[in-house]
């Protein structure tokens, strides 16, 4: 074993990646979630299937060579749409996820760092966006917005961020005490520079942790708009709207194959992302070294 490597391992970065790959949940859900991921952005292109493609002669088909997983109610196979479904319902999670860690860092470290107003200023401002119901808070921002992949993304970032920017907030709270700050500060560095220089990277595994964990929680939250109809619409293909296609009892009892496809894809995703963010918060947690 090389020196760089014994080091590596003794570093805290080092000492979590050791823990994560400890961790058999975690391994699962890391190779499930890849599993999932090269499915959904791999396989369509690699194989032309068409989501919208509509085939007459093969309407409300079961499972068959043809149709692995059968087809829906206009003769679209349900396949190429759940795998359509879940590369649009996970591109919406990943950049509403990060649009809202630039906001919850950005907001945290601003209030840790930028001075007494500013830190009661930014703090009202998560007080209030904590305290309105968050369920309400999503529908109305989801019917002033409109359906649509774009105002998806924004309404879920805008509901995401404000618990982010507590956690950074107190780890940087203690940061901004400690003697590399003051000195840049006596230096003449400003905000800007010690926000990037020294806070950011003090939070990464705040951000890591709570990027992975609110993936999750955003998959779902798309999964329930666009099934309210106020979120990805139709003929865009997402696990939400799929679901709220086959809510009728005719093809909940007589077509099973339409909604639980979609179904189990959103319950292992979900599961999978879980898994990796709890083995992720474990091995970045401190008292694990004890």
Known sequence: MSVAVTRFRDRPWGRALGRFRASIPAMGGLALAAIIILFVFVWPPLFGLDPNAIDLLALNQPPSAGHPLGTDGVGRDVLARVLEGGRISLTVAGAAVAISLVLGFLVGALAALGGRWADAV????????????????????????????GPTILVIALLSWPLLARMVRARLLELRERDFVTAARGMGAGLGHIMLRHALPNSIDILVVYATLQIANATLLEAGLSFLGLGVPPPDASWGNMLNAARSPVVLEQYPWQWMAPGAALVLAVLAINFVGDGLRDAFDPRSDH
């Open 122 to 149: 930014a703090m009202r401002a998560v007080d209030l966006a904590m305290t309105l119901p968050p369920v309400i808070l999503l529908l109305v921002l989801a019917s002033i917005t409109g359906p649509g992949i």
